[in-house]
């Protein structure tokens, strides 16, 4: 498959607990983005990568969610004591390095935090 | 920063017709704007995208317009079939100013009725 992956798909967790999930772009795409989705609601952008470069991150990323692109390949996104509020779907995207390239979305990993 | 609204929130149109969703933007320095499809369960898709440099495009049955005056743009839909049945989402994006990320809208729901 040379889509973009990631894992888990589903993972459901306690709140207070910490979480990563992992997103594996497609292999020629020099940009990585992480986004959120919640019910009825558009993707929500967090951070993206250029290599392993984090550019840009979004007001919605609190001091608990920390990603990482060590070789500018893959890369996690790790959110410390989950609350419930972080229940969501979280999407991973990737591009070519172009400023109007097409993102291409990953199947996202879906949190529920209890 | 940028600021997109979508309507309508559901599009019920009966299998043939037209179906046409549009969104407007805040952001003047946006200047790429995609549209993508998500079926239930799935990752988003591309469908079709504009740059801010022409005011149409189109691909068969599928054609956007821009009006950047406006700062508004629109996706239309022709020849609905059931296939069409989905959440579409618009976006835009500032491709020039360091701010990668795009920014959705809400969603429409488009139910094709047979």
């Known amino acids: 498959d040379t889509g973009v992956s990631q894992d888990p798909r589903h993972k459901i967790t306690k709140r207070g607990q910490n979480v990563t999930f992992r997103c594996d772009p497609i292999?020629?795409?020099?940009?990585l983005y992480w986004y959120r989705q919640t019910l009825g609601q558009g993707p929500e952008f967090l951070t993206y990568?250029?290599?392993?470069?984090?550019?840009?991150k979004s007001r919605l990323l609190s001091d608990r969610f920390s990603a990482e692109r060590p070789k500018g390949s893959f890369s996690t996104l790790e959110i410390q004591r989950t609350e419930q509020g972080d229940s969501a779907m979280y999407l991973c995207?990737?591009?070519?390095?172009?400023?109007?390239?097409?993102?291409?979305f990953g199947p996202g990993t879906r949190l529920t935090v209890t | 920063g940028e600021n997109v609204e979508q309507h309508p929130s559901t599009l019920s149109v009966q299998e043939g017709d037209s179906a046409v969703i549009k969104c407007t933007y805040s952001?003047?320095?946006?200047?790429?704007f995609p549209w993508y499809k998500q079926e239930l369960g799935k990752r988003p898709q591309l469908i079709i995208d504009?740059?801010?440099?022409?005011g149409e495009k189109k691909d068969q049955r599928i054609a956007v317009t821009l009006n950047k005056t406006a700062k508004h743009f629109s996706l239309h839909i022709t020849e609905t079939q059931p296939e069409d049945s989905a959440v579409y989402f618009c976006?835009?994006?500032?491709?020039?100013?360091?701010?990668?990320?795009?920014?959705f809208g809400k969603g429409t729901h488009l139910i094709i009725q047979p």
């Open positions: 995207a990737s591009s070519f390095n172009q400023g109007s390239s097409e993102q291409y």
């Open positions: 952001d003047s320095a946006s200047n790429y």
């Open positions: 990568f250029q290599n392993e470069a984090q550019l840009e």
């Open positions: 504009i740059r801010s440099n022409v």
């Open positions: 292999s020629e795409h020099n940009r």
């Open positions: 976006a835009a994006r500032d491709s020039g100013g360091g701010a990668d990320g795009l920014t």
